[in-house]
């Protein structure tokens, strides 16, 4: 059963303006994609371009354009490449490109190039000193791309269309890829692709307001497990990262009360939550129920005795702060907050927190609760009894609330997508600093500094 949190904002915080990047797209910009190791990011646009701009100047780079004929919806960058940058682009002419750039290590702020790859056909007369070149293009999907992912391990990119489908493809060689899986399992347009952060498990978010979860089997993918809640169309999904972490920190266990370890731990044995976004205007937090050990399993055997099905729930939903659909969520995997924005132009930043010192408690170092002197009730204290329950309560041992919010965004303008970055500026004054950027209608990616 899903706990609905109130908007509860304990610790007021900042939304703070660091910079536009500058030059922006003069058309709607969709996506903004954090390089995995390097301070740039990839910013995808309806005039069917990708600009690479520097966290550290907050100027463009490069352009590149050419490679697609018709709005460039997504992109995502390859993980684990060494001396070579690698970016996949989804675009609604149907098509996924796959752009590479070896890296010499200069980042430093120079002119702008324009790289126009208009003869995708013809890579043989490009120029060997082009900054990015267009290594092939995938064709596979019968209508517009919505979305490209990575796998962690960077062998799988998925992607996912207007045609009611997923693929997942395999980087088999040099420029080579292998199609391993189509899946038609929803009933709409896919809106979303996202990769578990350790597993090789993929999410998908579509138009007929389910998100499904896939895994490989016997060589054959298939769906282990449909989530349904939202209402209305899920537009984007996201994975928590490894580490638990609650009021922005990560979780010593050995630290922690009693009912508090058991919480921590059970989110170990859980993995990682998934966080979804919808039309229904809803921001929910989802969590896989630990299985329980069957039988050992004879690695000779091709018998395989347990299901490989998966029961997820529906753990949470956020504060209801948006008043239109909600079109992106990000989940930091430094402080474990999640930043949304959507159709109204708030950028709202939620934490989660354990539960009682939300509420105006305090637990002592007995086990007791005491009143912190925030309460407005007359619940100043509580048997040990109860306070041992409610620690142990494991449903509600946290609840998200609401630490910072801003309307407006990017002016009257629909803001399209979310993200964390690592900073990389000059007013960098801590090494696990991270910055937010939003990405709008009116062409322009902020970076925003989260004050609290």
């Known amino acids: 059963m899903s706990s609905h949190s109130s908007y509860l904002p304990s610790r007021p915080g900042k939304l703070i303006l660091l910079s536009p990047l500058t030059p922006p797209s003069l058309s709607r910009a969709w996506r903004t994609a954090p390089h995995p190791t390097l301070p740039i990011v990839a910013t995808c646009s309806s005039d069917k371009s990708v600009r690479i701009y520097s966290l550290t100047s907050f100027t463009l780079l490069s352009t590149i354009s ?4 018709r709005s460039v919806r997504s992109c995502a960058w390859k993980p684990g490449v060494k001396g070579e940058s690698v970016l996949a682009t989804g675009s609604f002419d149907a098509s996924v490109g ?12 120079r002119p702008a190039r324009e790289l126009d790859y208009t003869d995708i056909g013809d890579t043989d007369n490009a120029d060997e000193d082009e900054e990015w070149r267009f290594a092939l ?15 962690a391990g960077g062998n799988f990119l998925a992607t996912c269309s207007r ?4 693929w997942i493809w395999e980087e088999v060689g040099d420029d080579d ?15 979303c692709v996202a990769w578990h952060p350790e597993e090789e498990m ?3 978010g579509s138009y007929d307001d389910d998100i499904r979860l896939w895994r490989e089997e016997l060589d054959d993918w298939g769906c282990v497990a449909v989530l349904r809640g939202h209402e209305s169309t899920v537009w984007a999904i996201g994975w928590e990262g490894v580490k638990v972490k609650v009021d922005g920190n990560e979780m010593n266990v050995e630290t922690l009360l009693e009912g508090r370890q058991e919480w921590v731990k059970r989110r170990e044995r859980s993995g990682p939550r ?3 976004c919808s039309d229904d205007q809803t921001i929910r937090i989802w969590r896989r129920k630990p299985r329980e050990k069957g039988p050992s399993q004879n690695p000779l055997s091709i018998i395989r005795t347990g299901s490989s099905e998966e029961e997820w729930v529906e753990e949470a939903q956020l504060p209801l702060t948006h008043e239109r659909a909600v079109y992106a969520v990000a989940w930091s995997h430094r402080t474990g907050r999640i930043a949304s924005t959507g159709g109204d132009g708030k950028l709202v930043i939620y934490e989660e927190k354990w539960k009682l010192e939300a509420e105006g408690f305090k637990v002592t170092a007995k086990g007791n609760l005491a009143d912190n002197g925030n309460s407005n009730g007359d619940h100043s204290t509580m048997s040990e009894e109860n306070a041992r329950e409610t620690n142990n309560d494991k449903e509600r041992a946290t609840e998200w609330i609401v630490i910072a919010e801003i309307e407006g965004a990017h002016g009257v303008f ?10 990389a500026d000059r007013g960098k004054s801590r090494d696990n600093e991270e910055v937010i950027l939003s990405t709008g209608d009116d062409g322009v990616a902020k970076v925003w500094l989260l004050d609290v």
């Open 163 to 166: 045609d009611k489908s997923v």
């Open 414 to 423: 629909e803001v399209n997508h979310v993200c964390w970055a690592p900073r």
């Open 274 to 276: 998934l966080v979804s």
């Open 177 to 191: 890829f292998e199609t391993i899986a189509v899946l038609q399992e929803h009933t709409a347009d896919v809106k």
């Open 137 to 151: 293009v995938l064709d596979g999907h019968d209508s517009e791309v919505k979305s490209v992912d990575w796998s």
């Open 66 to 69: 050419g490679g697609h004929k």
């Open 202 to 204: 993929l999410a998908s």
């Open 98 to 109: 796959v752009w590479k750039r070896w890296e010499s290590g200069d980042l430093n702020p």
